[in-house]
C-alpha cells in the first residue's frame, strides 16, 4: 500500500534512498556519521516503544525524540484522537529549537509511515541545516 503524501517533505525529496552522511553526528547516536533506512527504522521503533512512557503534556499529547540534526529535531508525537479516545495519532514532526516552532509534519497511519516520514524529515532537516550553515 503507498504511503499518502502528507508533509511537504515527501514532495521535494530527491535525496530518498542516498547516503545522508551531511547529517553528521548530532543525531544522538553518535558513533554513527551516516543515518540509513536501518537506523531510521530502529530509531522509530525504538521512539515509539517509549512514547508511551512519557507523561502527557498540558494538550494530552506526547513526544519523543527520534534524531537531532544541528538545532533541528525529528520526533515521534502521539496526538490524542477524536475518533479513538483510548488512541493516538502518530505524527513525525520537524522541530526547530532555535525558534522554538514546528516546521513541517506528516501523520502517519502505522510504524511503517512513520519510518518513511522520519527519513525524510531528517534529510529535510539536513538540508535546513546546511542551509543554515552557509548563511
Avoid at 96 to 125: F, H, M, W, Y
Wanted: charged share 20%; hydrophobic share 40%.
Amino acid at each position: 500500500m503507498p504511503v499518502q503524501k502528507r508533509c511537504s517533505a515527501w514532495n521535494r525529496s530527491p535525496a530518498m534512498g542516498k547516503d545522508s552522511s551531511y547529517l553528521g553526528n548530532d543525531l544522538g547516536l553518535a558513533q554513527y556519521r551516516t543515518m540509513d533506512a536501518k537506523m531510521i527504522a530502529a530509531r522509530v521503533t525504538e521512539s515509539y516503544a517509549s512514547l508511551f512512557l512519557r507523561p502527557n503534556g498540558d494538550d494530552g499529547s506526547r513526544n519523543t525524540l527520534i534524531a537531532m540534526v544541528g538545532a533541528f529535531e525529528v520526533r515521534l508525537v502521539g496526538v490524542p484522537s477524536v475518533n479513538a479516545p483510548a488512541g493516538l495519532s502518530l505524527w513525525v514532526e520537524l522541530y526547530c529549537r532555535d525558534l522554538p516552532l514546528g516546521v513541517d509534519s506528516c501523520k502517519c497511519n502505522n510504524l511503517d509511515e512513520a519510518i518513511e516520514a522520519a527519513t525524510l524529515l531528517a534529510i529535510q532537516a539536513g538540508e535546513l541545516n546546511n542551509e543554515a550553515a552557509r548563511g
